[in-house]
């Protein structure tokens, strides 16, 4: 709309603009009121302060109701297109379509995830999101996960996150333990698997870092024993095929054991001893909550990883709004918020 100048168009609030339309479209301040869910007063103030910003009146009162005038013609494809804008700006947040949807999707996971989640989360986008793509990578430590996320250089972290920053919130995916692989036929475990047994093999650890020590490592100094560490990978599966080709053994999470020990021909035992068990939580950046396509890939990846039920497997017959609906909603929603509209006051 030209001629508004800066001063002007930072007052200028889309929720004029609505009650603008409505009172075009309707040519009736009064059911403009009832169509908004404001009171007429506010639909009246609300002209009025669009009127003062144009510096031209917009209607005239009449008998019939509220006649638009020349300025008013004028403006009103105008303002549909910045409502039409609008709309498809909120509704991006505000909806999802996963069947239409080309965005990017960037993960980060840990080994042990990402071997557990890629397959069957794959699967599921080739079926309900084919046009999505995703990307899986491990961002390293928790630090980096947080700052990713914080600005925007991920959507979601999946593994091990002891403190979490106020700026992100958790969703526990599960609780793990540990199982012990080995390959079949192993010399030392023809009777089973049994603490002395398990002191005497040589293991190979999975450390990202390279490390030789790790979790069951304290666990078992704190029983008073040590293992004989030799090797150290830095991804469970390349550790399952050491382990497949030669007498090391590894301690690995259940899940990751149940899994994939039988594509490798290995064995699983339980652990001859009381070891820590660890949780894998899903992270998000708390700006992000409103993001519908990420609830969306939240609650795939729980019903891979989480055991969530498919909310495929039951039907719901209860109505949803309609996109225009939500999109006034929203918007209307803003003013109130910051003071350009006031809300109709309810009686007791």
Same mark, same amino acid.
């Given at each position: 709309m030209p001629g508004i100048s800066d001063t002007k168009l930072r007052k200028l609030d =889309?929720?004029? =603009? =609505?009650v603008f339309q409505e009172v075009y479209r309707r040519g009736n301040s009064s059911a403009a009121a009832a169509r908004l869910r404001l009171s007429q007063p506010a639909v009246s103030q609300a002209l009025k302060r669009l009127e003062e910003l144009l510096e031209e009146p917009l209607f005239i009162r009449s008998s019939a109701g509220m006649r638009p005038t020349s300025r008013a013609i004028e403006i009103a494809p105008k303002v549909d297109a910045l409502l039409a804008l609008a709309s498809e700006t909120v509704m991006n947040r505000l909806r999802f379509e996963s069947a239409t949807s080309d965005r990017l999707f960037r993960v980060s996971a840990n080994d042990f995830a990402a071997s557990l989640l890629t397959a069957p989360l794959v699967r599921r986008f080739a079926i309900h999101a084919p046009r999505t793509k995703l990307s899986l990578g491990f961002a390293g430590g928790p630090s980096q996960a947080f700052h990713l996320l914080r600005t925007g250089g991920l959507d979601l972290a999946i593994g091990r996150f002891p403190d979490l920053p106020k700026d992100?919130? +958790?969703s526990r995916l599960f609780e793990e333990d540990y199982q012990v692989v080995a390959r079949v036929g192993h010399p030392l475990m023809r009777d089973g698997l049994d603490l002395d047994t398990y002191? !005497?093999?040589q293991h190979v650890i999975v450390s990202f870092a390279g490390d030789l020590t790790g979790t069951i490592d304290g666990d078992l100094a704190s029983l008073g024993h040590v293992r004989h560490v030799v090797v150290a990978s830095p991804m469970f =599966?390349? +550790?399952? +095929? +050491?382990v497949a080709t030669s007498d090391l053994i590894a301690t690995a999470p259940r899940r990751l054991a149940a899994r994939f020990a039988g594509v490798f021909g290995l064995a699983a035992y339980e652990l001859p001893f009381p070891a820590s068990r660890f949780h894998i939580d899903l992270i998000r950046a708390r700006s992000s909550l409103k993001d519908r396509a990420l609830d969306w890939l939240t609650e795939e990846i729980q019903m891979v990883l989480g055991g969530k039920r498919d909310p495929e497997a039951t039907s719901t017959d209860l109505p949803t709004p @309609? !996109? @225009?609906?939500?999109v006034h909603s929203a918007l209307l929603e803003y003013a109130f918020q910051s003071g350009f509209l006031q809300r109709e006051a309810s009686s007791a």
């Open positions: =889309l929720g004029l =603009l =609505l992100c919130v +958790a002191l !005497q093999c =599966l390349s +550790a399952f +095929a +050491a @309609t !996109q @225009t609906d939500t």
